[in-house]
Structures are given as structure tokens and as C-alpha cells.
């Protein structure tokens, strides 16, 4: 290791190094001690230096149990830190840095340190328009992925957290099995961004942090709709796409619709998104959770557990489902599939409920929303021999025989008005609770046993070609790594410590270079080649953080960063690749010390 003398800035190697700063994409920023993201850190150079010692530390003593994070064998005054720090504040600082030059002496001082907070940068706030079933609020930079709590609108005792890893959420819990206004109409919702950390600390720290919870909001939601199930848009932060307009989104979006009447004129009230590459909708690449929910977005924490048999099917009338499994699905002509919500890797939890890119506008998604019947294995079919109005907490059916107390009932044209029995007087039932509806003699009285089977009630191909179709396009944009100039720092040709001032920056040594994180990408692979045409790789790494020493020889130099998805449906989680950046490694111009 060559070692500078003379290099502006340099101290004497018995004394500190001076300058000790973190920053997030260039080392010139002004100093702050507040940040989302773990940043990296920066110095000037000292004097006779060979390497320099750097540690991270819980408390300013650096004791041994306080390490966080060191590195011993440091040959740049700066440092891309490899993990993930949680968020964590303390008076004044939660987190403190140092380091120290190695010269031929030995160790040097240690530099004063530097402190700073690991801290949210906002707390979520609603984003409107609203649409009925859907949640969404602000991104909060740092975060991973995000917690909601909703609560339970019949029993206010009862309520549910689940993960999410966009700012958009459905509501299935309030309309799965509860078509009705008293489930519905009012949400409660709460939410706080979730930080998932990489790498390992070295004193144990947490590997999740939480920002704070939000304010209870409230959505209001209109009563659910009847008429045929129609498509009305697709849904990110930053596009609607909708009949009138295709557009394109960075993430996958939510999905709108309203209606609850298929192409086969029956009412319904489950029903999931299907997608498809084409647009007679033939070749399926993602399938839906089963939802009552007018809205739809995928969860990568899985989809609600769904009643496998009609005994819980009847305790789903009136409960908060929790988050589990659901049967398989069966379409209209008998094929069975599971549900991508189901797609969980063997050596990961969270379900593969994104979407690759496509080439747009040429290359788009089409989807639809299909009707499911909860179709039971065996069934007593009765029917009203009197009408019944609204309020009603008896029945008269033409045949009573089989029915007894605690029997699940669904009256009236498919899927039925949901109702239990409590007592069997001849043909009359009586029933828990009055009814919803006004019922005709004649109407089929169902009580539905055994095992239950979700079946699409139309073929997909025959909704599309109805017109129940829409398109959207999904393309992440490339990562950013440079406004006008790139997101690099390090030891410039005469020693001194600078940012990248111009498009093809000169650096002595490795570089430091970083980039803009997204919101699609859980990790970053870097390469770098000698020509930008053709591009010929000449290494790669890959890590969870976004920034990175790159370990460069001398030379002209192009290197470009991609994201990987690890939600992407299939086993090529890649994003798209940035511009090639150019930069210069040079020789020193400084003086060398023997």
C-alpha cells in the first residue's frame, strides 16, 4: 500500500483523523446527524497512513460490548458500511463512529467522534383519492415494508396486524363473507413503516425496527355495490390506468372494480384478480387471494384463511378472518391452482407477489376479476313455502327434514342471504338473527355441509372477450447512480478527499460510489467493464445496501447498478440495468513515503 504525504488536509499520523462525517450518496453534503438509510462515512486522509481502523459503536466509550460494526484493514478515508442500521434514537445520539490511521508506526489516535440518530423520516399520512377497499398513505424513505392494524367494526376488542411490502393495502377483512354495511362502511386503520435489516451486528442489536404508529385514520366506505362486476382502474402512488388510459407502473398496483353480478347473470360475493400476458386472456401469471373486497392488492404475507368447510364457513359470517391459507382454486373448467399469495419460496417467508417487467408500451398485462362460488360437497336443498320479510326471525320451508339447530342456511337466489338456525318447530326454523332481505316463496333455502371447493363461476377467456378486460403496463425505471454527475466519492489524483465534481470523475483508488434506492428492489448487483461497448464484464458484487467500494485497478472505467425484486414472480428477480457511469482510476500525484 502506497501511503500519501503532503496531501491537503493531512495531519500528523499521532493525532486523530480530522473531518470524520457520514453522508448518503456524496461525500461534499452538509453535515447532518439524522438519517433514514445507514449512510456511509468519510475523513481526511492522514499523513504516512497505510490503512485506517473504523468502528460504530451503541455509546461515545466504544466499549466492546457497544460495537456495532468495525473494519480494520480500510485502505480509503471513507467507508460504505456493509449492514443495515436499525432505527434508534437516543440524548444527544443513539450511534457513534471513529477512526483511526495505521501507519508504520502503529496505530494512531482515535478521531473525536461523530454522532447520529437512526430515525424515520415522517410518519405515514392517508393519500387520496379514496376508492372503497383500498388503504393507501405516504411512503416513508428507509422503510422496508410496512405493518397496518385495523380493527374488527363488529367486536372493537378484536383487531389484526399484518405486513405489507407496498403503501396501499385492501380491505378483505371487512368485505370477505360480509356483504353488508355494518362490516363495511367504516374502517379504523393504523400503520408504521418496518425497517428489515441485513448483515450481522456485532453486539446483537435488533434485526427490525419500527417507526411510530400513525393516527388512527378512518375510510368510509360506501354499501357495496350490485350490477355486473366491472373493472374500473389500476392503481400506484403514481398512475391510474383505466379504460381511457393505459399507463405504466413501478410496482404492482391495486386493483378497482365494483359490482357483484357475473356475465352469467348471477349474484356473488367472492371473486379474485386474474392476470395474463395476453389480452384474450389465455396465459395466467398471477392469480388473485379469494376477496370480498371491491379493491385488490397482494400480500406478501399471504392470503386470509379461508374456511375449508362449511362449519367455518358459517363462523366466517360473523368473524375477522386472520391471515392463513385457502384452498385450492378450481376454474370454470375444472383445472386447479393456488393462489402466487401461496408463493413462498422454501428458504424465504414472504409469498413472490410481483410482477416481472414488460417492454413498455408495446409489452403490457391484462386483467380481469372473476366471481367464485364457495361451492359446498353436499348440500340439502330446500325452499320457502312462505315469504318472509325483512327483520324476520322465523321461516317456513317446504321441507324441514334434516335441518336442526346450528345448521348454517343461505336463503334466496345464489349465494344466499346467510343465516343460522337456533330451533326446528315442524317446517318453521328460527334464526339467530332477523333477516336482511325480503324473500319470495319459492326461493331456494340451502344448507350447505362438508368440504367446500372455490370454483371460478366464468372462464377468464369469456370475461375478457366480454369486454370485462383492462391493460397496464409494470417497468421499474432504472436505478438512479448520478444527477449530471455521479453519486461517487473518494481520494482525488492529489490526495484530498472529493466528490465527483464532473460527468467522468478521477479517482485515486477505489471509489465509493452509491445510488438512489427504489422502492421495488430488496438488493443491488454492480458490475463494472472496461468498455461501455460492448459491455464486458469484468466483476460484480452484490449487496442489500446502496452504496459500495468499488475495487478498481487502474484505467477508464464503466460500471452500472440493477435492483433485484425478491417478490418477482418465477426465479429471475433482476430489474432493469442503469446507464453505464464512466469514471478514471489514476496513479497518484502526491508524494510516496517508503
Not at 213 to 225: D, E, L
Request: hydrophobic letters at 40%; proline letters at 8%; one cysteine or more.
Amino acid at each position: 500500500m502506497l501511503a500519501l504525504c503532503g496531501a491537503a488536509g493531512a495531519r500528523a499520523a499521532g493525532k486523530g483523523p480530522t473531518g470524520l462525517h457520514a453522508f448518503m450518496l456524496r461525500t461534499n453534503e452538509p453535515v447532518v446527524h439524522t438519517f433514514s438509510r445507514t449512510p456511509s462515512f468519510g475523513w481526511n486522509p492522514v499523513k504516512g497512513a497505510r490503512r485506517y481502523q473504523f468502528e460504530l459503536s451503541t455509546g461515545p466509550s466504544f466499549s466492546d460490548n457497544s460495537i456495532v460494526w468495525s473494519a480494520h484493514n480500510l485502505r480509503m478515508p471513507t467507508v460504505a458500511v456493509p449492514i443495515s442500521l436499525p432505527w434508534i434514537t437516543g440524548n444527544p445520539y443513539s450511534l457513534y463512529a471513529h477512526v483511526r490511521a495505521v501507519t508504520n508506526r502503529g496505530p494512531g489516535a482515535w478521531s473525536a467522534a461523530f454522532g447520529f440518530n437512526m430515525r424515520w423520516a415522517a410518519v405515514p399520512a392517508p393519500v387520496t383519492p379514496n376508492y372503497p377497499g383500498l388503504l393507501r398513505w405516504t411512503e416513508v424513505p428507509g422503510a422496508s415494508a410496512y405493518e397496518v392494524w385495523i380493527r374488527n367494526p363488529v367486536d372493537q376488542s378484536e383487531s389484526k396486524i399484518f405486513t405489507t411490502h407496498l403503501n396501499m393495502a385492501d380491505e378483505r377483512e371487512y368485505y370477505t363473507f360480509h356483504q353488508d354495511a355494518a362490516w363495511t362502511s367504516t374502517v379504523q386503520w393504523r400503520v408504521r413503516a418496518e425497517r428489515l435489516l441485513y448483515g450481522s451486528t456485532q453486539n446483537g442489536l435488533p434485526t427490525v425496527s419500527h417507526g411510530p404508529w400513525s393516527p388512527v385514520y378512518v375510510n368510509s366506505n360506501p354499501a357495496p355495490s350490485g350490477g355486473l362486476l366491472s373493472l374500473q382502474a389500476s392503481v400506484t402512488s403514481g398512475a391510474v390506468s383505466n379504460a381511457a388510459n393505459a399507463r405504466i407502473h413501478e410496482t404492482m398496483p391495486a386493483f378497482i372494480y365494483h359490482g357483484n353480478t357475473g356475465i352469467d347473470g348471477f349474484r356473488h360475493e367472492l371473486w379474485r384478480v386474474e392476470i395474463f400476458t395476453d389480452q384474450d386472456c389465455l396465459n395466467p401469471v398471477f392469480r388473485g387471494a379469494v376477496t370480498g373486497s371491491p379493491a385488490y392488492v397482494p400480500r406478501m404475507s399471504g392470503p386470509l384463511a379461508i374456511p375449508a368447510d362449511a362449519t367455518n364457513e358459517e363462523k366466517a359470517w360473523t368473524s375477522f378472518l386472520d391471515g392463513g391459507t385457502e384452498p385450492d382454486g378450481v376454474t370454470a373448467d375444472g383445472q386447479t391452482f393456488k393462489t402466487n399469495e401461496l408463493d413462498v419460496p422454501q428458504d424465504g417467508a414472504a409469498a413472490r407477489v410481483d410482477l416481472w417487467d414488460n417492454s413498455w408500451p408495446g409489452g403490457r398485462y391484462y386483467w380481469t376479476v372473476i366471481p367464485v362460488d364457495a361451492v359446498p360437497a353436499d348440500a340439502l336443498l330446500t325452499s320457502l313455502a312462505l315469504p318472509a320479510m325483512i327483520g324476520d326471525t322465523t321461516i317456513t320451508v317446504a321441507d324441514a327434514t334434516g335441518i336442526g339447530a346450528g345448521d348454517p342456511l343461505l336463503i334466496g337466489p345464489w349465494p344466499g342471504e346467510h343465516a343460522v338456525v337456533t330451533g326446528v318447530t315442524g317446517n318453521t326454523l328460527t334464526l339467530k338473527t332477523g333477516l336482511q332481505g325480503v324473500h319470495l316463496a319459492g326461493e331456494e333455502v340451502l344448507r350447505p355441509s362438508g368440504t367446500i371447493t372455490y370454483r371460478d363461476s366464468e372462464l377468464a377467456q369469456d370475461a375478457c372477450a366480454a369486454g370485462k378486460v383492462l391493460a397496464f403496463g409494470k417497468s421499474t425505471q432504472p436505478i438512479v447512480t448520478g444527477q449530471r454527475t455521479p453519486f461517487a466519492s473518494g481520494l482525488s489524483p492529489n490526495g484530498r478527499l472529493v466528490a465527483a465534481t464532473k460527468a467522468s470523475p478521477k479517482f485515486y483508488g477505489a471509489p465509493l460510489v452509491a445510488w438512489l434506492p427504489t422502492s421495488s428492489a430488496h438488493a443491488y448487483e454492480i458490475q463494472w467493464s472496461r468498455t461501455k461497448y460492448p459491455w464486458r464484464a469484468a466483476g460484480m458484487l452484490a449487496t442489500y445496501s446502496s452504496s459500495l467500494m468499488l475495487p478498481l485497478t487502474p484505467g477508464t472505467w464503466y460500471y452500472r447498478v440493477r435492483g433485484l425484486d425478491f417478490l418477482m414472480t418465477g426465479s429471475r428477480p433482476e430489474l432493469s440495468w442503469s446507464a453505464p457511469v464512466r469514471l478514471i482510476v489514476t496513479k497518484p500525484r502526491f508524494r510516496i513515503v517508503h
